[in-house]
């Protein structure tokens, strides 16, 4: 047994990560359906922070306590989560975010 499958082994039956991770990849589907490959491909380093940081932010606490769940933050977590894995798809056909509008810099390992 390898140690993946150990700790899947040993998780409380509550805890699917399989499902999910699977529902991660739904979300980044449903956002690559709305947005695009070439909108994340626009997105600086900065921005990807800031989307993250605002799903994430806004699940745990959107200025009223009382409108906090934890279906609601789970689902602001799968937002994040999936726009991580956008962010590191964009990375990975680009070889980086786009620059900084101050940057002023070509993008490394962009494709002329």
């Given at each position: 047994m390898n140690n993946?499958?150990?700790i899947k082994e040993s998780a409380k039956p509550e805890m699917d990560i399989d499902k999910c991770v699977q529902e991660i990849g739904y979300e980044v589907l449903r956002q690559l359906d709305l947005w695009g490959c070439g909108?994340?491909?626009k997105n600086?380093?900065?921005d990807w922070v800031a989307?993250?940081?605002n799903y994430v932010a806004n699940g745990a606490y959107s200025g009223r306590q009382s409108q906090y769940t934890p279906e609601r933050f789970?689902?602001?977590l799968k937002k994040a989560a999936a726009l991580c894995v956008s962010a590191i798809l964009a990375i990975d056909r680009n070889g980086d975010c786009a620059?900084?509008?101050y940057e002023g810099l070509p993008r490394a390992g962009a494709k002329a």
């Amino acid at each position: 047994m390898n140690n993946i499958e150990s700790i899947k082994e040993s998780a409380k039956p509550e805890m699917d990560i399989d499902k999910c991770v699977q529902e991660i990849g739904y979300e980044v589907l449903r956002q690559l359906d709305l947005w695009g490959c070439g909108f994340d491909d626009k997105n600086t380093a900065n921005d990807w922070v800031a989307y993250i940081c605002n799903y994430v932010a806004n699940g745990a606490y959107s200025g009223r306590q009382s409108q906090y769940t934890p279906e609601r933050f789970k689902e602001h977590l799968k937002k994040a989560a999936a726009l991580c894995v956008s962010a590191i798809l964009a990375i990975d056909r680009n070889g980086d975010c786009a620059p900084r509008h101050y940057e002023g810099l070509p993008r490394a390992g962009a494709k002329a």
